[in-house]
């Protein structure tokens, strides 16, 4: 089975998702030709066909299929051998995956970015990838304890039952609750009763957990909802008067500032948001140990005050 190399699997595991050859190739950054004779001569000595080749898209048999489905295994078992060598050598991780609650400002997270380059610079490092992501409530605490992130930012709620990670508060950010100056409960009396609220939509965020059950929060029983993709969607569509609901603070404050939103006290209010930094390694390697100090000694009590706007897109699930 000489056919059968890393190389090989991951030109399978392009051309899946990139739909053809040459879209793969451009990825692999390889001539066509190379993506081709890889593929057939993999089919040579496995002896089998992994493509149909008689559908405009490049589309797996069975036997293909198969073969990529175990091999993304092996794929993902080679790049965490690369990780731990790496980290064995020089202490540093070849990538560390970051995910972030979209409850915290992207503005909030770039400047750690750059300083951790700049250490990486300054000790004449290979840099150590960042792989960002954004997580949606219960998502966050599903990303690091499935292994799809090495840190979490701004994760709330409580942390998964089961134990095995490694937690610090960061904030309590405050909710507020906020309309479009001509949504109907702008010019309603305050404090909103729930039995008011209830009477008109709400908008909800989608929880991005994978397998952890997936939450909501926010919302009545028996509301009407719209389900948006993310925090960035929820903020538009409130300011669209498409409906009401509880925004953190700092989203929401530039937009009260402008007077793009309204926000209305509450006779049932909801309490701040808890937020922490969550993950795994009981021993982390240099660069996840710099994040977690870099983490610690941020002002997050500035972020609980206020923040810039934060715009995302991602795909819905549950919702928040």
């Known amino acids: 089975m000489m056919g059968l190399t890393l190389e090989s699997l991951e030109v399978l595991d392009a051309i899946e998702r990139r739909g053809s050859f040459a879209a793969a190739a451009r990825e692999l950054d390889r001539v066509p030709s190379a993506i081709t004779y890889t593929v057939r001569?993999?089919?040579?000595?496995?002896?089998?066909?992994?493509?149909?080749?008689?559908?405009?898209?490049?589309?797996?048999?069975?036997?293909?299929?198969?073969?990529?489905?175990?091999?993304?295994?092996?794929?993902?078992d080679a790049a965490a051998l690369e990780q731990r060598v790496q980290r064995i050598s020089t202490g540093w991780e070849a990538e560390l995956g970051i995910a972030i609650d979209s409850i915290v400002p992207m503005p909030f997270i770039w400047p750690l970015c750059a300083r951790f380059y700049a250490e990486c610079r300054d000790r004449h490092l290979a840099h150590t990838r960042l792989r960002l992501s954004e997580e949606v409530l219960g998502g966050a605490w599903d990303a690091v304890?499935?292994?799809?992130?090495?840190?979490?930012?701004?994760?709330?709620?409580?942390?998964p039952p089961g134990g095995g990670l490694r937690t610090r508060l960061l904030a309590d950010i405050p909710l507020v609750f906020a309309v479009a100056p001509a949504h109907p409960l702008a010019s309603h009396p305050a404090p909103l009763r729930d039995a008011e609220v209830i009477r008109h939509r709400g908008v909800v965020a989608a929880?991005?957990?994978?397998?952890?059950?997936q939450r909501s929060a926010g919302t009545l029983s028996g509301q009407e909802?719209?389900?948006?993709?993310?925090?960035?969607?929820?903020?538009?569509?409130?300011?669209?008067?498409?409906?009401?609901?509880?925004?953190?603070?700092?989203?929401?404050?530039?937009?009260?500032?402008?007077?793009?939103?309204v926000v209305k006290a509450m006779e049932t209010p909801r309490p701040s948001a808890r937020i922490y930094a969550a993950w795994r390694e009981?021993?982390?390697?240099?660069?996840?140990?710099?994040?977690?100090?870099?983490?610690?000694?941020?002002?997050?009590?500035?972020?609980?005050?206020?923040?810039?706007?934060?715009r995302v897109a991602h795909t819905p699930r549950s919702a928040r």
């Open 41 to 76: 001569r993999l089919e040579d000595a496995l002896d089998v066909l992994l493509f149909d080749r008689r559908r405009k898209r490049a589309t797996l048999t069975a036997a293909g299929r198969e073969l990529l489905d175990q091999g993304r295994h092996l794929l993902a």
């Open 145 to 159: 304890a499935d292994g799809r992130a090495d840190l979490v930012i701004g994760a709330s709620g409580d942390a």
């Open 207 to 213: 929880d991005t957990s994978r397998r952890l059950p």
């Open 225 to 261: 909802t719209l389900t948006v993709a993310d925090l960035g969607a929820k903020l538009d569509a409130q300011i669209a008067g498409l409906g009401c609901g509880w925004l953190p603070l700092p989203i929401a404050a530039p937009h009260v500032a402008s007077g793009k939103l």
């Open 282 to 310: 009981l021993h982390p390697g240099k660069g996840l140990s710099w994040w977690i100090d870099a983490i610690g000694a941020s002002p997050w009590h500035a972020l609980a005050a206020s923040g810039p706007r934060r």
